[in-house]
């Protein structure tokens, strides 16, 4: 697994739960509001160095009677082909593990869903759901990619486990409207909308000539 970034432990990560929070490296999304550029962007994945898997695990074998679960995030986590057998380490410990994603991989989230190897799963909604909407937020967005990600909303309702969906409110990227029709959708599911930070973001760091794949 390649790891770009570990905290031994937050509070904040996993509702309700004493956490640890392993970062991926690589995405295949470019959100203009993205903190973690260092997570996502080539140029800057090869300035940072990999966090050894082992020395993770030995940390969390070390503390796991101190912590109430992992949270996989990244990046994007289900990307990574050796993602399933990762977890599954974590969960040999007696760890209970939750999945951030943005829903770009269902074929993934079903085999994760569907081994019980996950515990929850929080999964963000970059915006209302059409090609046009998300497109403002993901420059990497396709129709293809929009019908994966439906399916994977369509997985995580029917996941039975802990579950979050999750917008990031960007007031001169979504309309009120935008956000409102969102809501609507999303009414009767666990969903929450959060607030836009300003910082280093990838938009920062995003230059015309960058590949975007
Ligand atoms: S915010 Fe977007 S670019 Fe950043 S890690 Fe998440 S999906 Fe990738």
Redesign the pocket.
């Known amino acids: 697994m390649r790891i770009g970034a570990f905290l031994k432990q937050s509070l904040i990560d996993w509702e309700g739960r004493v956490s640890a929070v392993i970062f991926t490296k690589g995405?295949n999304?470019?959100?203009g509001?993205?903190h973690?550029p260092y997570?996502?962007l080539p140029e800057l994945l090869r300035q940072t160095q990999d966090i050894e898997e082992h020395e993770v695990l030995d940390f969390l074998d070390r503390r796991k009677n101190w912590l109430d679960g992992v949270v996989i995030s990244?990046?994007?986590p289900t990307l990574h082909e050796d993602l399933i057998p990762f977890i599954q380490k974590i969960k040999a410990l007696g760890l209970p593990v939750k999945l951030d994603t943005?829903g770009s991989h269902p074929e993934v989230l079903e085999q994760l869903i569907g081994g019980k190897w996950i515990d929850a799963v929080a999964m963000?909604i970059k915006s209302a759901l059409s090609l046009s909407c998300y497109r403002k937020v993901?420059r990497t967005m396709t129709d293809s990619l929009l019908e994966r990600i439906l399916e994977s909303v369509r997985l995580v309702k029917d996941s039975g486990i802990e579950y979050q969906f999750r917008t990031t409110v960007i007031p001169r990227v979504q309309t009120p409207e935008e956000i409102q029709a969102l809501k609507k959708e999303f009414l009767g599911t666990h969903y929450i909308l959060q607030e836009f930070r300003d910082g280093d973001i990838?938009e920062k760091h995003l230059q015309e000539t960058l590949p975007i794949n």
């Open positions: 995405c999304f470019r959100c509001y993205c973690n997570l996502v990244g990046g994007e943005n963000d993901n990838l």
